[in-house]
Structure formats: structure tokens, C-alpha cells
């Protein structure tokens, strides 16, 4: 039953005073948040903003993550959860069978069903060291239903490598760009193509990129119009912002 069927049903039983007020409002509270003590499950999210809760790994214990892990497969039957290191994961794997993990990304999904392919989500690494951000991005995508596709070590230091994946850049609907260095990349995929360009800076780099911060400058002030620029390191934010871009529910 869907959250809004469930919804409807309730009201009619206020209607027909089967249920008073009071409880269908406590009904209602409890459709929307889960108080763990030390998380409020998001129960509401996915009816908001298309996309249920994600579990942000770090900082939490495995006990608290695979808590509301459990919470949220028994509404969801899916999970996403984000900046998860191999030690904990293998510490929540065994309370949480069937997860899928990805090392590079440091995320850890399950699904219901298998994701799309030809989303028309494409991801674009300026160079092998940009992978794990990109791949934070492209797993993101991945959890939440849709494959994207992957175009990887194609900086401005080599750029025939991009022109040579020219048509890659032209068949995308959206474009995640993830760029280390002097963040220069997503400027140049913003003036070869005609679709959103999500630039994700990373803090890859040598001591005057100050962790990122060139980066996320140089693309904040892009000459190529319309570039949007996402935090640094933040390939969950840049996937979030493609799938609502492309308004994949």
C-alpha cells in the first residue's frame, strides 16, 4: 500500500469516528520519523523528495547504523548507505545481509529491483585520482535505481582524450564532473555540451590547492554558463542533484 492509499484510508476511519484525532494524528507522526533515541528515522523522505533516507556512515557506530539500517529496509526493502570504511562494513554485513559494497566509493546499497540503464547520467573524472569521488557518485546513482555511465581520466592536461569521447558527452542528458588540481575540467565540458553540468571539486592536489579549495573556486567562477558546483569530495550531493535534475522518482 502506498504511503498516500494508507493516508487516505486513515482519514476515512477519522471520518467515520472508528479512529478519534488524537491517535490518527500519532498515526501519522509515526508514518513520518522513527525516534531511535539517537537518530530520527526519516520515514517521510522518500514521499517529499522522491529518494528515501540515506545513512551517512561516518562518525556512527556500526550498531547505530545497522539500527537504522533495519528501520528503514522494513519501510524501504532498500538502503544507501554513504562514507561506510571496510572495517565497519565487514563489522554490519552479517546484521545486514544481502548488501552490495563498493570499496572505492566506500558505499554500501541494496535494492528491490534492478537499476535502469540509459539514465543518461554520465560521470567524468579529470584523472584516476578523482575516481573514488566519482565513484561515491556513480554508486549513488546505482543505489537509488539508475546506472550511469562512466567516463574516467580525461583532464585538460591530455585533452585530446576528451575530444576523442565527444559524442560520450553529447548522448548525456546530465553531466557529473569531478576535478582535483586546479578544478579546470568542468569549464570545458560546460562549453562543449548543452545539458546541466554538476562540477564536484575534489581535494586532490598539491599544497596550493588547500585540499580542494582551488578547485571549488575555479569552478564557482566558470566561464562556462550554467555550471552548478557541488561541495568538495561530494559525489553523493552531485548524483542527488542529477537524479532531481532529471526528475527520475
Do not use: W
Not at 181 to 204: Q, R
Amino acid at each position: 500500500m502506498t504511503s498516500q492509499a494508507a493516508v487516505g484510508k486513515l482519514l476515512e476511519k477519522v471520518k467515520q469516528g472508528k479512529v478519534s484525532v488524537a491517535d490518527a494524528l500519532a498515526q501519522l507522526n509515526a508514518t513520518q520519523f522513527e525516534d531511535l533515541g539517537f537518530a530520527k528515522v526519516d520515514h517521510g523522505r522518500r514521499s517529499r523528495c522522491g529518494f528515501p533516507e540515506v545513512i551517512f556512515a561516518q562518525g556512527k557506530s556500526a550498531v547505530q547504523i545497522v539500527a537504522i539500517a533495519k528501520k528503514i529496509l522494513e519501510r524501504e526493502g532498500e538502503i544507501l548507505i554513504t562514507r561506510i570504511d571496510e572495517k565497519k562494513f565487514q563489522s554490519i554485513k552479517k546484521s545486514l545481509k544481502g548488501l552490495d559494497y563498493s570499496p572505492i566509493a566506500q558505499a554500501a546499497y541494496q535494492r528491490k529491483t534492478k537499476p535502469k540503464t540509459n539514465s543518461g547520467i554520465l560521470v567524468v573524472t579529470a584523472g584516476t585520482s578523482d575516481v573514488p569521488v566519482a565513484e561515491e557518485a556513480a554508486v549513488t546513482c546505482e543505489a537509488l535505481g539508475y546506472v550511469p555511465d562512466r567516463f574516467y581520466d580525461a583532464g585538460v592536461a591530455g585533452i585530446h582524450r576528451l575530444i576523442a569521447g565527444s559524442e560520450t558527452l553529447k548522448g548525456a542528458k546530465v553531466i557529473i564532473v569531478v576535478a582535483g588540481m586546479e578544478g579546470a575540467l568542468p569549464s570545458v565540458v560546460g562549453g562543449l555540451v548543452d545539458v546541466p553540468v554538476i562540477a564536484v571539486p575534489t581535494s586532490v592536489g598539491y599544497g596550493a590547492s588547500f585540499g580542494g579549495i582551488a578547485a571549488l573556486l575555479a569552478m564557482l567562477n566558470s566561464c562556462a554558463s550554467g555550471v552548478t558546483v557541488v561541495n568538495i569530495d561530494n559525489g553523493y550531493g552531485a548524483a542527488m542533484a542529477a537524479l532531481r535534475i532529471l526528475g527520475t522518482r
